[in-house]
């Protein structure tokens, strides 16, 4: 089976969605305020427990954004994604 994380980063909200096999599981959405890093990590912690897995059941973490790469919630977002994709290899 291969689950992936999947954030979608706007400029108002964010929502971070666990696919499994191409199908949603999970979701869990939030505004933007300025805490993307906290609200993100969070997030995750939350699917990984209500579906009962660990970090590494989880292959890969996408971001997809419209938003400038000059945002400072979608450099953060990269920068989680890139280093969960490292830790779980």
């Known amino acids: 089976m291969t689950r992936i994380f999947k954030l979608i980063v706007e400029k108002e ?9 191409d199908g949603e599981v999970a979701a869990r959405e ?3 305020g300025r805490d993307m890093g906290r609200r ?6 939350v699917i ?3 579906r009962g897995l660990e970090p590494t059941d ?9 938003v400038s790469d000059n945002f400072t919630s ?5 920068t989680v994604a ?3 994709r ?3 290899r």
């Open 48 to 50: 990984l427990k209500e």
């Open 86 to 88: 490292f830790a779980v």
């Open 40 to 45: 993100l990590f969070e997030s995750i912690d």
């Open 30 to 32: 939030w505004e933007e």
């Open 13 to 21: 909200k964010s929502q971070l969605t666990l696919f499994e096999d």
């Open 58 to 66: 989880v292959s890969d973490f996408i971001v997809e954004t419209d």
């Open 82 to 84: 890139e280093t969960y």
């Open 74 to 78: 979608v450099k953060i977002a990269e």
